[in-house]
């Protein structure tokens, strides 16, 4: 999908030097990639000691 964006050439420019991604539009779509994952994560931290799955972690790791 097309969209223009008016973005901050020095911010747009520092996200492309700490990327390993090479072009605006990658670096783009990682960030944003990343910000879901983060917002999913906060969501699910406010689960956090509430719910009870009894279950054994020792059993899991052994599974083959």
Known sequence: ??????????LLEEAMRLSPERTKTAT??????????K???????????RVDLDIDLSRLRDRK
Request: charged share 30%.
């Open 28 to 37: 783009i779509i990682a960030a944003l990639e990343d910000f879901v994952r």
């Open 39 to 49: 917002q999913k994560i906060r969501g699910l931290k406010r689960f956090r000691g």
């Open 1 to 10: 999908m097309r969209t223009t964006l008016d973005l901050p050439q020095p």
